[in-house]
């Protein structure tokens, strides 16, 4: 677990980490978690930010983010399995969260929670926008400078400069 403080600029330089690779000018506030404790592997770009309370675990998956992103307050990134990539200049508001994974629920003989899960990973393309709280769910893609508004859930991609809300997300507009 690593938990860099306020506004250090180029951790990569200053400390060893295992797997998690940090590019330069990202402002990393107090409370934010980066973690990969099933192994997994952490690479973030330059000139991003990642606000207070922000977590990013890998449980053995990968977490990929380009530059210039924000990932506001309390926004929780999964990077199971198959992983997350996210682009450049994406903005994702505060109480998010992505997860790369679905239990399997087939059996009834066993606990859903014993009968494993399915990957398909998850990717975020450049010039997206996710409103606060949203959750993006496996096997997504939202395509570049698509808009996600507040609340929504996303369970099936979205394409290039779409606007999608609700719960599930649904088509509104073309930007």
């Given at each position: 677990?690593?938990?860099?403080?306020?506004?250090?600029?180029?951790?990569?330089?200053?400390y060893?980490?295992?797997?998690?690779?940090?590019?330069?000018?990202?402002?990393?506030?107090?409370?934010?978690?980066?973690?990969?404790?099933?192994?997994?592997?952490?690479?973030?770009?330059?000139?991003?930010?990642?606000?207070?309370?922000?977590?990013l675990?890998?449980?053995?998956?990968?977490?990929?983010?380009?530059n210039?992103?924000?990932?506001?307050?309390?926004?929780?990134?999964?990077?199971?399995g198959k992983?997350?990539?996210?682009?450049?200049?994406?903005?994702?508001?505060?109480?998010c969260?992505?997860?790369?994974?679905?239990?399997?629920?087939?059996?009834?003989?066993?606990?859903?929670?014993?009968?494993?899960?399915?990957?398909?990973?998850?990717?975020?393309?450049?010039?997206?926008?996710?409103?606060?709280g949203?959750?993006?769910?496996?096997?997504?893609?939202?395509?570049?400078?698509?808009?996600?508004?507040?609340?929504?859930?996303?369970?099936?991609?979205?394409e290039?400069?779409?606007?999608?809300?609700?719960?599930?997300?649904?088509?509104?507009?073309?930007?």
């Amino acid at each position: 677990m690593f938990n860099p403080g306020l506004g250090y600029k180029n951790l990569q330089s200053k400390y060893k980490l295992k797997n998690i690779f940090i590019g330069s000018n990202n402002r990393i506030d107090d409370f934010v978690i980066f973690e990969n404790p099933l192994s997994g592997t952490i690479s973030i770009g330059n000139g991003n930010e990642f606000r207070i309370g922000s977590l990013l675990i890998t449980n053995g998956g990968s977490i990929k983010i380009g530059n210039n992103c924000s990932i506001n307050p309390y926004t929780i990134i999964y990077g199971h399995g198959k992983g997350v990539v996210i682009g450049d200049n994406v903005l994702i508001a505060a109480h998010c969260v992505i997860i790369p994974a679905n239990h399997k629920f087939d059996r009834k003989d066993i606990p859903i929670k014993l009968q494993g899960e399915n990957y398909k990973g998850i990717r975020i393309e450049d010039d997206v926008w996710i409103g606060a709280g949203c959750q993006i769910l496996d096997g997504v893609t939202i395509g570049k400078g698509a808009i996600v508004a507040a609340g929504s859930v996303v369970n099936k991609s979205v394409e290039s400069y779409t606007i999608v809300g609700g719960v599930p997300a649904k088509f509104i507009k073309k930007r």
